[in-house]
Every structure is written in structure tokens, then in C-alpha cells.
């Protein structure tokens, strides 16, 4: 219970920076998938938090979601360009 809700404040904030980033898509060419990568990032996320404890290997999906990570990273490193 404790995992969950220690997150709730992560997950709001989440939320918030999707919103931001999917508004400003329109106007930030090279970071117009920022939101869609926050958002896998969250996905892969929140399984493992609700899951991890009864099922180990839930925990696999923390790979995609440093995947998302490297995404952003590679994302920004093309805007800066």
C-alpha cells in the first residue's frame, strides 16, 4: 500500500508534464514526441509498482522504461543541434 501511495505525488506530477510537453508539440518540432515517451516511460512504470511484489518479473519492464529515458535523451541532444 505504502508503494502506491508514495507514488500518487510522483504520478500527479506525470500527468502535469505530459500535458505541457503535448501542448507544446505543436510549436517544438524535434521534442514533439517528448509526451509520448513520458507517457510509455509512466506505462512501463506503474506495473511495477502496483505488481512488483507478487509478480518478480514484472520488474523486466523497467528495461523498455529506460529505453524511454535514452529516447529522451537522444530527443534533446537533436533539438540542441
Known sequence: MWGILRN???ALLGILTVVLWLRSAKNDK??????LAITLSFLFYI???LF???MPMIGMLML????MYV???VMI?????
Do not use: D, E, H, S
Open 77 to 81: 541532444k537533436k533539438a540542441g543541434k
Open 71 to 73: 529516447w529522451m535523451i
Open 64 to 67: 523498455p522504461k529506460t529505453c
Open 47 to 49: 506495473p511495477v509498482v
Open 30 to 35: 524535434p521534442l514533439r514526441l517528448m509526451w
Open 8 to 10: 500518487i505525488p510522483f
Open 52 to 54: 512488483a511484489q507478487t
